[in-house]
């Protein structure tokens, strides 16, 4: 869900109105210098520029905290879906529902994109809780181990060691629609009895040397790879986001793309924590 696609960031005539203000600006400024003292003409121009925060562009600092108040609320959700874990399907359904919405709508909402955070976050609390109470450990491992890879990314992209380029992002595409067939049909096997394994194809052995790998092993590692490569998208976004000073509500759309990421990040390293406890 990175922000590459938003028309924001590659519309011009986006910011073809921020110039015309600011020769209106001079204009009146020249217009108004006969009527200054030198002195007052001296303290204007020695007074520091205005910063993006104060012209409405999006910053660093608008984007963390926008992302902090959907984690905030993801984890709010967390706690009733431990409580309550009945509460996992309907959410679930709710924030497959309201990230469609805010993925495809031209305009970010707050109150959508919040309220995405609250439901997505009583599914992973719910579905926490389960897989918590059949392997003692696994949510807090998994806890740990998003923000051990959510911090190992950052540090990559921002020592320019790793970048999403076109390349990389043409093959990203095509792993995710890949990753997506593949769940997809995995389910309705599921659903449909074909597979009675707890993990459907996911459950299936394979030998590789000699020794038994559940291929949900091999498929939740790719995952988790395609997941930290998104968070590079994001990160690319972003950045390309503040410095072509787009307007500040774009940082609702920045804080909803990386809280999609990283619940996708922890729900594949939960799942994967917890096929391997079920090989012990």
Known sequence: MAMGGNPVFNNPNAFRSQPQRSANAGSAMLAGQSQMSSQQLNELYNQP????AQTGRMTYDDVI??????????????????????????????GLVLGLVNAFKKEPSKALILAYAGAEGVFVGGLSMVLDSMYPGVAPQAVLGTVCVFA????????????ATPKAMKFFMIAIIGYAVFSLVNLG???????????????????????????GVIIGLFAIGLAAFSLIMDFTSIEQGVRAGVDRKYSWTAAFG???????????????????????
């Open 49 to 52: 520029s205005a910063g993006p």
């Open 65 to 94: 905290m926008k992302t902090m108040a959907c984690l905030a609320l993801v984890l709010a959700g967390a706690a009733v879906g431990w409580m309550i874990p009945a509460l996992m399907i309907p959410g679930m359904l709710v």
């Open 152 to 163: 190992v990314t950052l540090l990559l992209f921002k020592s320019g060691k790793v970048r």
């Open 189 to 215: 096997l599921q659903m449909f009895g074909v597979m009675d394994t707890p993990w459907g194809v996911r459950g299936i052995e394979i030998n590789i040397m000699g020794i038994g790998i559940p291929l």
């Open 258 to 280: 990386l809280t999609v990421t990283l619940i996708w990040l922890y729900v594949e390293i939960l799942r994967l924590l917890a096929i391997l406890r079920g090989t012990e």
